[in-house]
């Protein structure tokens, strides 16, 4: 029997037997319930309720005969078709979520608390691929930018993009315009007020079509991140953030 197709069967969908029997079909031709039952060492009884299974899913069609005889339908056509219903099955699928979507009330404002570097991560990209219009970014770290280089460049293209960095040298390797802001962007965003003298850094700052947010910080070397869905202060702090910054120039990186 062929243990690599009886494994990519079951990465499929198929069960055990199913996986079996349909292998031992493929590699036999035409067989009976019998001969599939010896060859595999599956319990008889178990061999005809999967050969039901499978000609029912039309995988497997019976050749007719005492005793009846098997074999596999024309892979071809089986897997087309299996393609093809996949897919009408998910767009009907995506079409009803999008009705249910568009039908749904406003969201309320829904804060998540992320303290992994993999969850701030998973949180950035999916803010990228969401996006719409615009985005701001305000960011003071280097490897952040470093990390979300590429990205970057591609959301460029694609919307209204403004990244801001506290000094020019941040942005030497974007490859994209970046902007320096004034003081009150410098004291409220890189240098938060903190109480009980607590070592607190901002490290970047997001906001995506004046509804979305994403603050990423630093306390005693942990990360920690905190995503606001329909942040109700989003577009407030998106214009005044705009009317402080300015494009960095070439002579000053």
Not at 100 to 114: F, G, T, V
Not at 127 to 146: G, N, P, T
Not at 178 to 203: H, N, Q
């Amino acid at each position: 029997m062929d243990e690599d197709l009886v494994l990519r069967l079951k990465k499929f969908g198929m069960n055990e037997y199913e996986a079996k029997v349909y292998s031992a079909l493929f590699g036999l031709r035409v067989a009976s319930a019998r001969e599939i039952h010896e060859f595999t060492q599956i319990p008889r009884g178990r061999v005809y309720e999967t050969l039901n299974a499978l000609m029912e899913k039309h995988f497997v069609v019976s050749a007719g005969g005492s005793p009846a005889r098997y074999h596999v339908c024309d892979v071809s056509r089986t897997f087309e078709q299996i393609k093809k219903d996949t897919m009408d099955s998910l767009n009907d699928l995506s079409e009803y979520l999008t009705g249910l979507e568009r039908d749904r009330p406003e969201r309320l404002l829904q804060a998540y608390e992320l303290r992994s570097q993999w969850a701030i991560d998973s949180q950035v990209q999916l803010m990228f691929r969401r996006v719409k219009s615009e985005m701001l970014i305000i960011c003071d770290d280097a490897e952040f930018l470093k990390r979300y280089a590429s990205d970057l460049k591609k959301l460029d293209k694609r919307v209204a993009l403004y990244v801001i960095v506290r000094t020019p040298e941040l942005a030497e390797h974007l490859g994209i315009r970046c902007y320096l802001g004034g003081r009150d962007i410098e004291c409220g965003m890189f240098c938060p007020p903190v109480p009980d003298g607590r070592s607190l850094l901002r490290k970047i700052a997001i906001y995506a079509d004046r509804q979305d947010s994403l603050s990423v910080v630093e306390e005693n070397g942990m990360l920690e991140g905190v995503f606001l869905s329909n942040d109700l202060f989003s577009g407030y702090l998106y214009h005044c953030i705009l009317n402080e910054i300015q494009p960095i120039r070439s002579g000053t990186l």
